[in-house]
């Protein structure tokens, strides 16, 4: 790891529309899942952001953090790293989606502590396809420029931005820590049930 500080983004700003509810207010044992992504990154990174839509900044939820204003429409979780990028330049970031129940603070420590300096981004292999994982990953200062370059070309999606840059791929400790909740079903099968 570099000296540059380490912020943390907790993506927060999507629509749920499969989930059919805001995924950053399910609960999870009396505390939103928000507020849970929220502690794991606070003792870890040198400030947590809150990544939102405009529509829902007021949200009182999302108010009793920083936040960061998606400033581009239709670009998915892409806004928001590129609206943080732009608004703190000089940081790395520590990207988080506020859909990942069983994420620990394990898979968060040995991230940062295994990020390499010398590649602009740090991410885990996913345990079900071999593919990159954007969104818990680590985006260096300066790295705006290659997610620009391909926003030019119309490639918003983080995970192709990954595979086609020169990522330094970590493997998962914990297989399962990066599953993520997009459905009811999925919601139903997670840890976020149990604990409600």
Not at 49 to 67: C, I, L, N, P
Not at 136 to 164: H, N, Q, T, V
């Amino acid at each position: 790891m570099s000296d540059i500080p380490v912020n943390g983004l907790i993506l927060a700003g999507g629509k749920s529309r499969r989930m059919g509810q805001d995924k950053a207010l399910l609960d999870r044992g009396g505390q939103s899942q928000l507020a849970y992504l929220a502690g794991l990154l606070d003792k870890k990174v040198e400030r947590v952001f809150v990544s939102t839509r405009a529509d829902q900044k007021d949200d009182g939820e999302r108010r009793k953090y920083a936040q960061i204003v998606d400033r581009y429409d239709d670009m998915g979780p892409l806004a928001g790293i590129l609206s943080a990028m732009e608004e703190h330049p000089d940081s790395d970031w520590l990207v988080v989606a506020c859909d990942l129940p069983n994420i620990t603070g394990e898979t968060i420590t040995h991230l940062l502590k295994n990020c390499s300096a010398d590649h602009p981004f740090t991410a885990y292999v996913s345990s079900h396809d071999g593919l990159p994982e954007p969104l818990c990953a680590i985006y260096r200062a300066g790295s705006i420029a290659i997610m620009r370059r391909f926003a030019d070309e119309g490639i918003y999606c983080p995970r192709k931005i990954l595979i086609r840059s020169d990522t330094f791929l970590l493997e998962q400790s914990d297989p399962g820590s990066l599953d993520n909740i997009n459905t009811p079903d999925d919601l139903a099968d997670s840890i976020l049930k149990a604990a409600s």
